[in-house]
């Protein structure tokens, strides 16, 4: 075309680039060899050398070896028959795996990324040493498990809901005792009474009162200023009507519902010191898959 | 009545001293003697006395062997107020004694078998005896006191009330053990947040390990992480995270065998000391959890990359040789430009920045032994690598030939090549040698180099 006189954009080529740019790379093709290895990276200090790194790390972008797969992952599945991933725990030393979330894989995602997650367990005691795994599914069965240990620490008591927490580290109350309703039947022609245990009523139950205020991580302070609305957030939160798991940093652990008809606030010698108190009462097991699943606090079945 | 008692004894080295203690209830003894037996001959091989108040003795290094059991006792010795004199006295055949209470002063006779002329004195404040020379006509009196008398010996030997320990729980003598960390050195520098130190253990006489732990300080002193005991011996490695940049800390391990060795990396008041450097990526696990103290909660988090690639073989199945590379050479490029017998892998992204290595055996020439599609606004870049042979001065050469070539799908035409490049030149190399290919983009410039690296088993 002409522009004020110009050729301008008259060849062929033009507005082709001159200069080689950069971009996603979408494709990776090798052929033409017997080849026996692999190996990508966006590290570019590294000096040339055929010992291929045998971790993976932030850099690597693929690593093929060839070893009768032609895999160049970090896994030794192929990520097109993986259906759900599982996370799951256990305490170390522990045989049992507990399945705490379970996450669809879409298949129409990046398959290099689509197996990739991050998930916060706010369903694990203080103080104690779990094993987590990672467990592809492929075609309905359970394939390898990669796993990493961590102890689980906190202070404090938080009491954690399906969709909130909520967390205090001062002036911690707390009592809990065993349930198993009984009847003592006093007979005419009998010294002693009988002790009747009717049914399998065997649970916890406690109270809690402790002074809750936001903490703030930036400056691990507690955000005393706002403490009301957060004691208001507190109040509602435990009236939802939904269970509940009611945790110390010591490993004490419930799954609970409120069961107090009242939670009372009261101030301790000053207006900003308000201490909140409730009953609660334990409804099911805090490490059982299908107790949690049916409080709403997993999205795990369990039984699978 | 006094008692005295002994204590359970950690195992320990035999070419090294050792000390062995005792205790006391009533009254302070003054002596001690410290017999130790071999359990399994319950010999006597090794006997002491010491006229000490301590309730210690020292044993001499190599006085026991190790891998040995033993047991020992102690005798303690409570003095009394009775001695007996023992005098040699010239002339006469053997000694004689009598038997004396110390603040009494005696007169000897020679019916008392001491010389004539000789007195027994006994000094309250120094607790001494002596034998005075008391023979009249003499010019002074002669102090003859233990040890000497001139032509005479005399000696005074306190008398002891004894009292005997029990036998001691039985203890091992064992070479000192290796303990340490495998894959920590004072000094040494990680290069990442993470790491997994190691301890190795070993002894020589086949004591077993009963427990270990791993304890990092930071530079302050403050404790970074504690493993707690672990009994697991098969596996003594634990992995640390959210190490800093810039950081130093201090490893220490701390054991205990079965036989109760105490075991310590620390020397001195000195732990090793580690500085962090991030001077290589962060190095991704599958999974990695980290422990949120000020969450309450734990973050679980994968690092996946599942690439699982295709092959297309224009001539049935992949091929796989021996198991450990895949056989690509019947490849060729169809009427369409689809390519057969290669492997494909994407969905992953590349920025400007990127070193890509091949190692490849009996490469086809002019195939192009890499293709890399690069997606941009309007146009794709392709990255090609061509390997090619040809004689120079007739010796048969190969090299590589990248290609940067450019597909505007406004104009699909045609390619462009934007950029070609030549490698180093290598000799023809045999259909068994291994290839490496290495093909780096950094900041825009690129480099090409093969070399041979022969036959690799």
Redesign the interface.
């Known amino acids: 075309m002409f522009f004020s006189g110009y050729a301008f954009a008259g060849g062929?080529?033009t507005?082709?680039?001159?200069?080689?740019?950069?971009?996603?790379?979408?494709?990776?093709?090798?052929?033409?060899?017997?080849?026996?290895?692999?190996?990508?990276?966006?590290?570019?200090s590294?000096a040339?050398s055929?010992s291929?790194p045998e971790?993976?790390?932030?850099?690597?972008?693929?690593h093929?070896?060839?070893?009768?797969t032609?895999?160049?992952?970090?896994?030794e599945?192929?990520?097109?028959l993986?259906t759900t991933?599982r996370?799951k725990r256990r305490e170390v030393g522990s045989s049992e795996w507990v399945t705490i979330h379970e996450k669809i894989v879409d298949q129409n995602g990046?398959?290099?990324?689509?197996?990739?997650?991050?998930?916060?367990?706010?369903l694990?005691r203080?103080g104690v040493?779990?094993e987590?795994?990672?467990v592809p599914v492929l075609s309905g069965a359970e394939g390898d498990y990669?796993?990493?240990?961590?102890?689980?620490?906190?202070?404090g008591v938080?009491i954690?809901g399906y969709n909130a927490?909520f967390?205090s580290d001062i002036d911690i109350e707390s009592s809990n005792r065993r349930n198993r309703p009984v009847s003592i039947v006093q007979t005419i022609n009998r010294k002693y009474p009988f002790v009747i245990h009717n049914g399998q009523s065997n649970y916890e139950s406690g109270s809690v009162s402790a002074m809750f205020a936001e903490?703030d991580?930036a400056t691990?302070s507690f955000k005393i200023d706002t403490a009301r609305e957060y004691r208001k957030r507190l109040n509602d939160f435990l009236y939802d009507g939904r269970a509940k798991v009611l945790?110390f940093w010591d490993g004490r652990m419930w799954l609970v519902d409120i069961s107090s008809a009242e939670i009372t606030e009261m101030t301790n010698g000053h207006r900003q010191l308000v201490h909140s108190s409730f009953d609660w009462t334990e409804i099911g097991d805090a490490d059982s898959e299908s107790d949690l699943y049916l409080a709403g606090l997993s999205n795990y079945r369990g039984g699978e | 009545m006094a008692t005295i008692s002994v204590f359970q004894k950690d195992a320990f080295d035999a070419t090294a001293s050792q000390s062995f203690n005792f205790a006391y209830a009533g009254a302070q003894c003054t002596r001690s003697k410290l017999d130790i037996y071999s359990n399994e001959e319950n010999e006597l091989v090794y006997s002491h006395t010491q006229d000490s108040i301590a309730l210690n003795q020292e044993v001499p290094a190599g006085t026991l062997t190790n891998g040995t059991a033993y047991y020992y006792t102690f005798t303690a010795y409570y003095p009394g107020d009775i001695y007996r004199l023992i005098i040699n006295a010239y002339g006469m055949s053997g000694g004689s004694y009598k038997t004396i209470i110390s603040g009494v002063t005696y007169s000897f006779t020679l019916d008392d078998t001491i010389p004539y002329g000789y007195e027994l004195c006994y000094n309250a404040s120094t607790g001494e005896l002596s034998a005075v020379h008391t023979v009249s006509g003499s010019s002074s009196l002669i102090d003859i006191t233990a040890g000497s008398a001139g032509s005479n010996d005399v000696s005074f030997d306190r008398q002891y009330t004894v009292v005997t320990s029990q036998q001691s729980p039985v203890f091992y003598c064992y070479s000192d053990p290796v303990f340490c960390f495998s894959n920590i050195t004072d000094g040494m520098t990680i290069g990442n947040a993470y790491y997994s130190p190691e301890i190795e253990y070993s002894q020589a006489e086949g004591e077993e390990l009963n427990s270990w732990q791993i304890i990092v300080y930071t530079y302050s002193g403050t404790e970074f992480y504690n493993s707690g005991t672990r009994y697991d011996v098969d596996n003594m490695s634990i992995t640390l995270n959210g190490m800093q940049d810039g950081a130093q800390y201090y490893f220490r391990a701390i054991g205990e065998t079965v036989d109760r060795t105490k075991l310590d990396t620390r020397t001195g008041e000195i732990d090793l000391l580690v500085s962090v450097v991030y001077s290589s990526p962060v190095m991704h696990g599958v999974i990695e959890a980290e422990n949120k103290q000020l969450f309450g909660s734990v973050h679980v988090s994968s690092h996946i990359a599942a690439i699982d690639g295709h092959s297309y073989c224009g001539n049935g199945d992949l091929r796989f040789v021996n198991g450990t590379a895949a056989d690509l050479r019947w490849s060729y490029r169809d009427d369409y430009g689809d390519v057969h017998d290669c492997v494909e892998y994407e969905g992953f992204e590349v920025g400007d920045n990127f070193t890509l290595s091949v190692l490849a055996r009996d490469i086809c020439p002019n195939a192009y032994v890499i293709e890399m599609g690069v997606e941009q606004p309007y146009f794709d870049l392709f990255y090609n690598v061509y390997w090619r042979l040809c004689d120079i001065n007739g010796s048969k050469v190969a090299f590589a030939e990248l290609q940067v070539s450019s597909y505007n799908f406004m104009d699909s035409r045609e390619n462009i090549i934007l950029v070609s490049i030549c490698s180093n030149m290598i000799d023809k190399p045999t259909a068994e040698d291994t290839i490496h290919i290495w093909l780096r983009r950094a900041n825009g410039n690129f480099s090409l180099i093969i070399e041979n690296e022969g036959v690799i088993s």
């Open positions: 062929a080529h507005l082709s680039s001159s200069i080689v740019g950069s971009g996603t790379a979408w494709r990776v093709c090798a052929s033409g060899c017997v080849i026996d290895e692999l190996y990508g990276t966006t590290d570019i590294s040339r055929t291929f971790g993976w790390d932030e850099n690597t972008i693929l093929a070896r060839y070893n009768n032609i895999a160049a992952g970090n896994v599945f192929y990520s097109s993986v991933v996370v990046n398959p290099a990324t689509q197996l990739s997650f991050d998930y916060y367990d706010y694990a203080g040493e779990y987590y795994a990672f990669y796993t990493a240990r961590v102890k689980s620490e906190f202070n938080y954690v927490q967390h903490f991580p691990c945790k």
